[in-house]
């Protein structure tokens, strides 16, 4: 079908009724400003579904009055044009207003541990904001698979948590991230980066890979795989700061203290001059035999 971009929710009620006979919907929530990244999400979901519906909704109850809600980069007519490419069949992309109508939001999802730490540490109501947007919009779209990415990997926990916990229908997949060639995740706010922070950028997935590389080799004592991370960042000097460097459990988000398990999530936030970037990697350990 023609790709429609709907903007009320009472419309896209309309148009998901209408599209329940042909068959599975799968749903693409993104703040818009769409890189292959989102576009690999679109391309699983036009995979696995007959339907696939997608979002640009910049949320403002996820930003903090001192971060970026209105410099956020937006360019909705370009997102429209790669997701029609993508074979996407609809589009949501309501006003602030049309998601959070007055009188004022009053009732909010409230993550616990799961969001207290990482992100969370740094940003308290961040996850409140994700995880009432994300339920909001399912509950518009009611969709049978809902796609996110491991780019964000404490947000994909956080979701895959909330819809444990709150019995959300339609099933969550988690998709790879997508990187540069030279590893830097794809990510909207990238282009915040100046050509000289470009430049050093990639050292945040070469903190990544140095922790996977000592679990390959065999060492796989979470500190030191931590001491890994942070040693490959200080040594980059456009490094303004390292927030967090974590080996975590992939599903808790509780720090590891003893050896990383196979599938232990390895994850940095640092700041490049004034540009937060966040990236993570999920460990593997062959030689441990996937234990
Ligand atoms: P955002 O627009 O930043 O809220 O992202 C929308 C969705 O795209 C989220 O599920 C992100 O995790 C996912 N995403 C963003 N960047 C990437 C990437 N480089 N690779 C895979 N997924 C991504």
């Known amino acids: 079908m023609p790709l429609r971009v709907i903007t009320t929710i009472a419309e896209f009620r309309r148009a998901r009724e209408d599209a329940r006979a042909a068959g599975t919907l799968g749903f693409?929530?993104?703040m818009g400003y769409l890189h292959a990244g989102h576009i690999s999400l679109v391309d699983r979901a036009r995979a696995?579904?007959?339907v696939v519906a997608a979002s640009i909704f910049v949320n403002p109850a996820q930003f903090a009055p001192n971060e970026?809600?209105?410099a956020y980069p937006r360019d909705p007519e370009r997102d429209v044009a790669l997701l029609e490419a993508a074979g996407c069949d609809l589009v949501f992309h309501p006003s602030p207003e049309e998601m959070y109508p007055p009188?004022?939001?009053d009732v909010y999802v409230t993550p616990g541990d799961i969001a207290a730490r990482l992100e969370g540490a740094a940003r308290p109501l961040f996850f409140r904001g994700v995880a009432t947007v994300v339920l909001k919009l399912l509950n518009i779209v009611q969709p049978d698979r809902f796609y996110f990415g491991q780019k964000d990997g404490q947000q994909a926990a956080v979701i895959r948590r909330m819809a444990h916990d709150l019995n959300v229908p339609g099933a969550l997949v988690v998709c790879p991230t997508v990187r540069e060639p030279d590893g830097l995740a794809m990510a909207?706010?990238?282009v915040y980066l100046s050509a000289e922070e470009r430049r050093a950028a990639p050292v945040?997935?070469?903190a990544l890979t140095a922790a996977q590389q000592l679990c390959h080799s065999g060492e796989a004592r979470a500190d030191r795989l931590r001491e890994a991370m942070r040693d490959t960042l200080q040594a980059e000097p456009l490094v303004a700061s390292i927030d967090y460097v974590s080996v975590a459990d992939a599903l808790t988000l509780r720090e590891i203290e003893g050896a990383a398990a196979d599938g232990a999530m390895a994850s940095t936030a640092v700041?490049?001059?004034r540009t937060r970037l966040l990236d993570n990697v999920i460990l593997t350990r062959p030689e441990a035999g996937g234990e």
Do not use: K, M, Y
Request: hydrophobic share 30%.
């Open 28 to 30: 693409v929530p993104t």
């Open 48 to 50: 696995e579904n007959a």
């Open 68 to 70: 970026d809600f209105g």
């Open 103 to 105: 009188p004022e939001q």
């Open 188 to 190: 909207s706010r990238n």
């Open 204 to 206: 945040v997935h070469r």
């Open 271 to 273: 700041l490049i001059g």
